[in-house]
């Protein structure tokens, strides 16, 4: 079984940056594939960002690249996800998730087996 805890979360202006971080335990870190996915009010969970096991692949949902990164920290069990020039369609609650490494990435929330509470982002404009 693996623990997710996400931190980071707060209000920011629009165009502002927040780093959002997922702290795992209880299970071998290396072995999972991560991602981030966020809920807005009203809709469906959806992909944000995905990084590789080994840290070396990394993949963003079209509408946050070039604003959000994804890395990881094996050594730490942590992944963290910048986020630069946020916008007013980017608020929603930011979920941290684990899935068995695999060679092709996903982007679909039932091919993850654990998750974290989420972390509130909110953005004003």
């Known amino acids: 079984q693996v623990q997710l805890v996400e931190s980071g979360g707060g209000l920011v202006q629009a165009g502002g940056s927040l780093r959002l971080s997922c702290a795992a335990s209880g299970g071998t870190f290396s072995s999972y594939d991560m991602a981030w996915f966020r809920q807005a009010p009203g809709k469906e969970r959806e992909f944000v960002a995905a990084?590789?096991?080994?840290?070396?692949?990394?993949y963003l949902e079209e509408s946050v690249k070039g604003r959000f990164t994804i890395s990881r920290d094996n050594a730490k069990n942590m992944v963290y996800l910048q986020m630069n020039s946020l916008k007013p369609q980017d608020p929603a609650v930011y979920y941290c998730?684990?899935?068995?490494?695999?060679?092709?990435?996903?982007?679909?929330?039932?091919?993850?087996?654990?998750w974290g509470q989420g972390t509130q982002v909110t953005v004003s404009s």
């Open positions: 998730a684990a899935a068995m490494r695999r060679t092709y990435y996903r982007a679909l929330k039932r091919e993850y087996d654990y």
């Open positions: 990084v590789a096991w080994s840290g070396d692949r990394t």
